[in-house]
């Protein structure tokens, strides 16, 4: 992250508020321009993912928020590999070098590097005339052949989901004043929880052991449970049947669906969840749940593999099969 023919600009920004969150030796205290990552034998796990203002968060967001949300959509990746955190870079174009903005940042991207055992190892960061970026590539540590990917779902294995699905989506139509918004104005409890699971993640890292010994293939969800399923499915050359009742929602997010302000449509194919979508053959399925269980985690079956190689099929409660306009957020 530092380089001496940086400008000294950088040099203090970096020394400011980012040092103090490389505690791993192998960052070197940013002092250097590459890191090491040490291994004793197992496979190292690496995700990418970038947030950028307007498209994975608002521009009045709070900076916390805004760090812990790019930290936290990456762990979410590692859980689904059965990963352990091992590190992270960080890239970061800002407009302006904003101490307001800077250290409420820092300190929450600290807090969690604790909290998930996921130290800052480097970086680099750039002025930008455009939006502000924020790009983490995350590394986490597995067993020797023991990374849990998208193409091992077989027919029969069951389908099932962590937590809830749709609240995110909602949290971010609450912030822009939509229909959710609306149908909320007397229930700021509700809008409240609808928007801090948009803007905070909650990544299943607890369940990272469990994902690896029972499932046989899983991703986290980010982009919509629908397409992320056929993602999945894709990749494994199967199909699914998903029993849409059954999809777990909050007690918000299934109010509004119960009132009809919602429809349940818009819930499977709406983005940032980070959630676990895994697969585990059935008698694996009770393991699982209660290793959630035990982790204070909601685990939830929804679904079945099926051969072929068409796109799952969601059936309403009366077995009728649900027409999705779209299966995902997509970026372009």
Partial sequence: MANPQHPSGEDSLIARYFKPLATDPGAFGLVDDAAILKSSGE???VTTDAVVEGVHYLADDPPDTIARKALRVNLSDLAAKGATPAGFVLTLALRTKDDGWLKPFADALGEDARSFACPLLGG?????PGPQMISITAFGRVQSGRMVGRTGAMAGDRII???TIGDAALGLDVLKGGAAAKALASDPAARDILVARYRIPQ????LAQAVRDYASAAMDVSDGL???????CAASGVSATIDTVSVPLSAPTAGLVARGAVGIEALLSGGDDYELLCTLPEARCADLIAAGRAAGVAVTAIGTIVPGNEAPRFLDGAGGELVLKRLSYSHF
């Fill in 43 to 45: 496979d190292i796990v």
């Fill in 203 to 206: 990544p299943r890292n607890v």
């Fill in 124 to 128: 680099d960061t750039v002025s930008t």
């Fill in 161 to 163: 989901v962590t937590g």
């Fill in 226 to 232: 629908a397409g992320d399923l056929a993602k999945l």
